[in-house]
């Protein structure tokens, strides 16, 4: 054994990797970050540990000047490790959503965190390990650097899910969401063994080779590619997958939620797309049609069960199930010569859009609830008529996620349908009009939660205004003005999705 | 199509006027009302201003070709710009929402519908106010469509808030039916734009380039635009939303839903269905014309049977919507000038009629016509603009509604070429049945209100009543006649002078029906 193990050694001379410190400059300030954190936390007496939400945040934004940097830059692609970590425009694009949301939760959560007695130490420890899983998830163009960045950015959010520990919802919660999340670990890694039995290799773009210079599939690769997607599946909620996201997302501390139903959704469809675009880019008959039911089931479930919700969180639950069904939708004709461009740029840009509206109607959920103390629908009773300006940003965010312009949501709806229709297939068409009609359906609960705002009477008479810390404030601002401009100057966003183009993807 | 671009800020401080008084609103504070109601009126004014000024710089000579035009980037990745222009058949209906936003908000300085709040309410009607006049200068569609959902909030919000009991019911109906005609639509729109070889989404564009799109495909594609102006006009099966919201909006709602947002859906079918879609245009007119013939019949027979004046009302527009969809369906030049003649003339007179309805309400607190009666002894000048108002609403000669219903009879005899002239023969004998139902069930309406003395309930004028409200019945007050005489003079001479508007609504007719020769 050892003889074997030194032949091979002396058979292939150690040759080190080729790193670029300066494109790993992200990673490697968020990881300062985290240790940072985790040490400050050891010497800060209790009543300066607000100083840890303060170097979480600044940590997210100081990894964000390199994310610039990099973007700003001629050379547009940074390879490592031979092909397996990869930086270039679109994991730039990425990074900087993940770096940007996770800087709005650390927002959103400081207020939470301060007043529940919570670990603080160890939630800012969780939340930035978590995000830097999300940056390296969007470099990884290897079977394994994907699988490790994914467990990377799995693990810290399971305990988060569970960080009222006393709570038996919470609970539930986290352990919800860690059986299923393991179980669907268990499938993709199957998968991937699968695909590494047929390519012989575990880089996405010797797999995508082997499928295209082969000339066809193997069924192995065809199960192995199926698994895969079911996995990711999991992670963005995809009916028939998403029956842990309901429940967890209920039980979740609500930033803790937010950060669920935003980053590491946003982290799931990064991986997935990266998988599609690089790794089975020749496969689509097999992941196209897999791809259309998904949405089209993502999408309609969602919106129906969402229908029936009285607990604003879990309404909101489900309507993000089924915005990530229009998020799959341009996916389903990815595979067309014509329209796998513009399913990519909608994807990216549905997900900035996505992100910057949920994140601020968390923010607006969070500041009610610490008046209200309930997570009910009719708990928003009059809400304007005591808290205009959180009434008005309600109906924004709200407004936005039904896809109204002009709002942010319409641009991203308007991008997926338009791939979609690009394709000009009938399968584009038929998926294009179902999504029509499901976005007709959603405005029946975002419009309920609408008239809660605008027409009800207020519940219990109380209408005393809310005071809305200064850190929410700022996520609230922030997010508005996101919501607003890519609806009003769409081009912002869609610059983003235009640049954001995958290396080795059959673009370019 | 050769474009005037001379003066090209015209229509974009015309249009987004309204923004800057909302941003001004937004920095009042709520308790100061009076303040609110000024800046509200301030800009309503500087915004007719603004219109007044462009009629007065539109060329009439050359009202075929698009004015004012101007263009900019806006979305260049999607290939849509900032595109907006004005020819005869969009300066009326453009200018109109700028003269009923103006009555409006006159109307509702002692007249805001509880709860309350003018700040909100005023903030709402300017930004419909945008949303109007930008979807009747819009000429690219994404442009078009944003406007054109830009108005459905607020108007959500106008009947879910300030309407009456059935309220949440009928906002949330109003929307769902909108929003699922404009998916739809906007779906059409993403098709025609890469049926069209994916270069642009400006209409002259696609009224170019559109028609040489395959006649099956054309056929599906208008239908989805289709579902979504039809829903808007409203046409039958599409109205069943309007009774109801027009029914629970406040006055200043319904005024405004039913003289300009029904005309958005019309003015989709003219600027847009049409001329981009010839082809299936002919396929569809007989179809069309059938379902507006029915929505006439239906619309006249349900008016008959209302008891409440408001939901009367209503049920006329779905009636008064049909003539103007016959005159589309024709394809003629003669038919679409009376349909557009048709919107501007409807929105006046139900405007007006819902003013009336308004005002008749704030004094009876009813508008259940079994129990009203003696208007005109008791009110006589509100009786008798409610006399002036039904007899426009039918049809007389020498008033606005004369002509935008009687050309569009008439078209119907001679239809474009290739629509088979005998169905829309037998449209044209039902369309002028449903003028006699017309009559009737404005006549009926009139006799049963303004007639005879007041009921009992009503007749101890000038006395306190039961509950202690006030029995005394004001007659038109000055804020009314101020915000209703630009309405009735226009009715008066629309009604006296129609070549006013056709002269210059028929050049820009002309233009949209090019693909039908004229």
């Known amino acids: ?165 006393r709570d038996l919802k919470s609970n539930e919660a986290g352990v919800k969401y860690f059986l299923l999340g393991v179980f669907a670990s268990a499938v993709m890694l199957y998968g991937m063994s699968l695909l590494y039995g047929a390519a012989n290799s575990t880089l996405l773009v010797d797999l995508g080779r082997s499928v295209t210079v082969a000339g066809g599939f193997s069924s192995l690769h065809a199960l192995g590619v199926v698994f895969v997607v079911v996995g990711f599946g999991f992670k963005i909620s995809a009916v028939p997958f998403h029956t842990w996201a309901p429940d967890t997302y209920e039980g979740a501390p609500a930033p803790v939620t937010a950060f669920l139903s935003v980053g590491s959704k946003a982290a799931g469809f990064v991986a997935l797309v990266t998988m599609l675009y690089v790794a089975f880019p020749a496969a689509f008959s097999v992941w196209q049609p897999f791809i259309w039911v998904l949405s089209a089931l993502t999408m309609t479930v969602g919106n129906v069960v969402a229908l029936r919700q009285t607990n604003i969180v879990r309404m909101i639950a489900y309507s993000s199930i089924s915005q990530g069904g229009f998020i799959l939708m341009p996916l389903a004709v990815a595979g067309h010569a014509g329209s796998s461009d513009s399913a990519l740029r909608a994807v990216v840009v549905y997900l900035i859009i996505y992100a910057a509206t949920n994140l601020g109607m968390f923010g607006v959920i969070i500041a009610v609830a610490n008046k209200t103390r309930s997570g009910e629908v009719s708990s928003w009773g009059g809400l304007f008529s005591y808290a205009p300006a959180l009434g008005v940003l309600g109906t ?94 769409p081009g912002v966003a869609l610059h983003f999705g235009d640049i954001a183009r995958i290396t080795g993807a059959f673009g370019g | 199509m050769e474009m005037l671009r001379d003066e090209n800020w015209v229509l974009s401080v015309g249009t987004f006027l309204p923004i800057i008084g909302v941003i001004a609103l937004l920095l009042v504070p709520r308790a100061d009302e009076k303040l609110i109601k000024l800046v509200a009126l301030a800009t309503s004014v500087a915004t007719v201003g603004v219109g007044v000024y462009t009629l007065f710089q539109f060329n009439y000579q050359q009202a075929g070709k698009m004015q004012f035009v101007a263009e900019t980037n806006w979305i260049s990745v999607i290939k849509s710009t900032y595109y907006i222009g004005i020819d005869g058949i969009s300066l009326p209906l453009y200018f109109l929402s700028m003269v009923i936003t103006l009555a409006v908000v006159i109307y509702s300085w002692n007249n805001i519908p509880a709860p309350g709040n003018p700040k909100a309410f005023f903030i709402l009607i ?101 579902v979504g102006f039809a829903v808007k006009v409203p046409m039958f099966p599409f109205h069943t939303w309007l009774p109801d919201a027009h029914t629970q909006a406040p006055t200043q709602g319904s005024v405004i839903l039913a003289a300009i947002l029904l005309k ?154 290739g629509l088979n002239e005998n169905v829309f023969r037998v449209y044209m004998v039902i369309a002028a049945v449903g003028t006699v139902f017309a009559a009737a069930y404005l006549l009926w309406l009139f006799q049963r209100v303004a007639f005879g003395e007041p009921k009992a309930e009503f007749a101890d004028h000038g006395t306190q009543g039961d509950h202690g409200e006030d029995h005394t019945y004001q007659d038109v007050t000055t804020i009314e006649w101020l915000a209703w005489t630009p309405l009735l003079v226009a009715i008066l001479v629309f009604g006296v002078l129609p070549n006013l508007l056709f002269k210059m609504i028929d050049p820009a007719v002309q233009g949209v029906l090019h693909a039908f020769g004229g």
């Open chain 2, 126 to 226: 300017l930004v419909l106010q945008t949303g109007m006049a930008g979807t009747f200068v819009a000429q690219d569609l994404i442009l078009f469509f944003v406007f054109f959902e830009l108005v459905l909030l607020p108007m959500y919000f106008m009947i879910g808030v300030w309407g009456g009991e059935q309220r949440q019911y009928a906002s949330m109906k109003f929307f769902l039916y909108t929003m699922f005609g404009s998916a739809l639509m906007l779906v059409a729109f993403l098709a025609v734009f890469f049926k069209t070889g994916a270069e642009s989404f400006s209409i002259p564009y696609l009224v170019e380039h559109g028609g040489s799109i395959a006649k099956n495909v054309q056929i599906w594609i208008f239908a989805g635009m289709f």
């Open chain 1, 1 to 165: 054994m050892l003889n074997a193990v030194h032949s091979l050694v002396a058979m292939v001379p150690w040759v080190s990797p080729s790193v670029s410190y300066y494109a790993l400059a992200p990673e490697l300030v968020l990881s300062a970050g985290v240790v940072a954190v985790l040490l400050a936390d050891l010497f800060l007496a209790d009543r300066q540990k607000w100083m840890l939400s303060a170097i979480a945040g600044f940590s997210l934004l100081g990894a964000m000047l390199p994310v610039i940097i990099l973007g700003l830059n001629d050379q547009s692609v940074w390879s490592m490790f031979g092909g397996r970590y990869v930086v270039d425009n679109f994991s730039l694009v990425v990074k900087g959503l993940f770096l940007l949301s996770g800087y709005i939760v650390v927002l959103l959560s400081s207020v939470h965190v301060e007043e529940g007695d919570y670990w603080r130490g160890e939630f800012w420890f969780l939340l930035l390990s978590s995000i830097l899983g999300m940056v390296m998830i969007s470099s990884a163009r290897d079977l394994i650097s994907v699988f490790v960045a994914y467990e990377f950015l799995s693990i810290p959010a399971y305990m988060l899910a569970a960080w009222r520990k």
């Open chain 1, 396 to 489: 924004i965010f709200l407004a936005s996620l039904a896809g109204i312009p002009p709002l942010g949501g319409w641009i991203a709806k308007f991008v997926a349908f338009q791939s979609l229709i690009s394709s000009g297939s009938n399968w584009g068409y038929s998926l294009a009009v179902i999504g029509a009609v499901n976005s007709v359906i959603a405005f029946g609960y975002y419009g309920n939660v609408m008239r809660e705002i605008w027409m009800r009477e207020v519940p219990d008479g109380d209408v005393s205004p809310i005071r809305t810390h200064g850190s929410l404030a700022l996520a609230l601002g922030i997010t508005t003005v996101a919501t607003l401009a890519f609806g009003i100057i």
């Open chain 2, 264 to 417: 958005l859906g019309t003015y989709g079918f003219v600027r847009i269905a049409i001329p981009i879609l010839p082809t299936a245009a002919r396929e569809w007119a007989p179809y069309i014309g059938a379902l507006a013939v029915v929505g006439i019949i239906y619309g006249a027979l349900g008016c008959l049977a209302q008891t409440d004046m408001k939901r009367l009302i209503a049920f006329s527009s779905v009636a008064h919507m049909g003539f103007v969809m016959l005159g589309i369906s024709t394809l003629t030049s003669f038919g679409v000038n009376a349909a557009v003649y048709g919107m501007v003339a409807h929105g006046l007179i139900t405007g007006m009629l819902f003013f009336i309805a308004g005002s008749m309400k704030d004094r009876y607190h009813t508008l259940e016509i079994s129990r009203l009666g003696g208007l005109l002894t008791q009110m006589p000048h509100l009786g008798w603009i409610l006399g002036f108002a039904s007899m426009a609403s039918l049809g007389l000669p020498g008033l606005a509604g004369f002509w935008g219903e009687f050309p569009a009879i008439l078209s119907a005899y001679s239809p474009a070429a």
